[in-house]
């Protein structure tokens, strides 16, 4: 997840050349990851540590970690900082875009580590993903596309020893969805396989909007299409265009719980040397 983070965030910067990434000539290193990094770690801690979302610890982690220069959304950065200052995490997520709370793609750019921990209970993984989604998207579109994310992790993860067809990852999130646009998006994607990446991105979306339903769809389609091709998935995003880190973060986190780093027979995983590119980790992540 975090390497396709990094490597994506890189095609925000001047003179960097999809062209070149295609022929197989990525950027050179460092790559920093972002806030969907960041926040990704802080889920897979809590996770790790404890074996289930505890809301308010999350809330406390997310804002005593967040760090505004990785790439932040402004309504999350409010949040965060508002919870920093003592407010209850429900009262300040709640009260985003007028009560209505945020729809935006942050939920599901950070929860791919979660569904995979559950590859053999996609159940529970929905519903932690739920939990987690909620400390700062309380927008059932946001809250959706993050349970639909954290499934399609752990089907991915699940199916790593044996194989999983495009339309069955697909349909691994079907009773998951909630009507909505977000909902939409995810079923139209499935008439979409086999199809080019920029007619998907066109008819999905491309993250441009910051929206759940503007970025899940195109993130399963890729997810789908790509399971077995880390670097062919990680690409097609960043050749979308729009949010290229985070279609870059979802997308890489489902495909690697399916191929793991290196290859391995046909399936391409996370290339060796895109890993050492990518910034270290920080240390709590993995110390928990």
Not at 28 to 48: F, K, L, N, Q
Not at 129 to 139: F, Q
Not at 173 to 195: H, Q
Not at 254 to 273: C, K, L, N, S
Request: glycine share 12%; net charge negative.
């Amino acid at each position: 997840m975090s390497v396709g983070d990094a490597l994506g965030a890189q095609f925000f910067v001047p003179g960097r050349s999809v062209p070149d990434l295609l022929a197989g000539r990525p950027p050179a290193a460092p790559w920093p990851w972002t806030d969907d990094t960041e926040m990704a770690c802080s889920v897979y801690s809590e996770i790790r540590g404890r074996g289930h979302i505890d809301q308010d610890a999350l809330a406390a982690v997310f804002a005593d970690r967040c760090e505004p220069y990785r790439g932040y959304g402004a309504g999350t950065v409010v949040v965060l900082h508002e919870i920093r200052d003592g407010r209850p995490w429900a009262q300040a997520a709640g009260a985003a875009f007028g009560g209505g709370g945020s729809w935006g793609n942050g939920a599901a750019m950070r929860v791919a580590p979660l569904g995979a921990y559950f590859a053999d209970d996609p159940d529970r993984a929905a519903t932690e993903a739920a939990l987690s989604a909620e400390v700062t998207h309380r927008h059932p579109e946001a809250i959706v596309g993050a349970m639909v994310i954290a499934v399609a992790a752990a089907h991915a993860a699940a199916t790593r020893e044996t194989s999983c067809t495009p339309s069955g990852l697909l349909q691994s999130v079907e009773p998951y969805l909630v009507d909505g646009r977000t909902a939409d998006g995810i079923r139209r994607a499935r008439n979409l396989l086999g199809r080019p990446v920029a007619e998907a991105a066109y008819k999905l979306g491309n993250g441009a909007a910051v929206s759940a339903q503007d970025t899940v769809p195109f993130t399963l389609w890729a997810a789908a299409t790509f399971l077995t091709d880390y670097p062919s998935a990680i690409t097609a995003c960043i050749e979308a265009g729009g949010d290229a880190d985070t279609t870059a973060a979802i997308v890489g986190g489902i495909v690697a719980a399916h191929t793991g780093i290196g290859q391995r027979d046909e399936i391409r995983g996370v290339p060796e040397y895109w890993l050492a590119a990518r910034e270290p980790l920080p240390p709590w992540s993995t110390t928990s």
